[in-house]
């Protein structure tokens, strides 16, 4: 059983190119998070989808960043015209579906580092 | 936001040493996880807490989620090599919601 899948591994992008991170969750999954590493710090949760819906994007900034999950393929994460601050590692994590109010956990895949140039 | 409160930042401890850390909240979460991180890598399971006052054991790895569930605590006992890596606390207030992190505890093992 494969686990959660991210690609590319490392992308570097010039300021003002977009930038496409690619996420597929482990098998049985149907629950995708998307969270953001900056150097020596700790996750910050970005956004929360389900298959065609997003559930919470609270933590996404407002401008230049996007995400999906379409009923086939990956989830995507999208950052339009690219900044030097974006620069940092995305991770994508993937949970089951449970019955509400039971535990449940998240796996994280290896991360995409972007460099914006 | 929330904030976890994750100490120490780092640590430096000879092979075959115990190890501790622990985070503290300021709010109530009802799901606790301790993960490893490899340079390079992504976060790594080592340990899912799910009820208050639960101690749970992974090999030589022992955590506990607190009894006021504002926190959890991890402990490694006789620590190896292999045990270096940055260590993270994550909080979880219900299903299918999001993980809060700590900032981290960087582990270092001298042989």
């Known amino acids: 059983n494969a686990g959660v899948m991210q690609n590319p591994r490392h992308l570097v992008r010039r300021r003002g190119q977009e930038a496409r991170l690619r996420c597929s969750p482990m098998k049985g999954h149907s629950h995708v998070y998307w969270y953001r590493q900056l150097p020596e710090e700790g996750l910050k949760f970005m956004v929360y989808?389900?298959?065609?819906?997003?559930?919470?994007e609270s933590g996404m900034p407002k401008e230049r960043f996007s995400a999906e999950f379409p009923k086939e393929g990956p989830s995507i994460l999208r950052i339009q015209q690219v900044v030097r601050g974006d620069s940092a590692a995305y991770f994508c994590?993937?949970?089951?579906?449970?019955?509400?109010?039971?535990?449940?956990?998240?796996?994280f895949g290896p991360g995409t580092r972007l460099t914006v140039l | 936001g929330q904030q976890l409160n994750q100490s120490p930042q780092s640590m430096f401890i000879q092979e075959g040493e115990d190890v501790s850390m622990n985070c503290t909240s300021s709010?109530?979460?009802?799901?606790w996880l301790w993960y490893k991180q490899d340079p390079g890598e992504g976060p790594v399971l080592l340990i899912a807490l799910y009820k208050a006052g639960e101690l749970t054991s992974n090999g030589r790895l022992t955590a506990q989620f607190g009894i006021t569930r504002k926190d959890s605590f991890l402990n490694i006992s006789a620590s190896i090599p292999s045990d270096v890596g940055i260590y993270f606390c994550?909080?979880?207030?219900?299903?299918?919601?999001?993980?809060?992190f700590g900032e981290g505890t960087q582990l270092t093992v001298n042989p």
């Open positions: 994590a993937s949970s089951p579906v449970v019955p509400s109010g039971s535990p449940d956990t998240q796996y």
């Open positions: 709010s109530i979460f009802n799901t």
């Open positions: 994550a909080g979880k207030r219900t299903s299918g919601s999001r993980l809060t």
């Open positions: 989808l389900q298959k065609e819906n997003i559930i919470d």
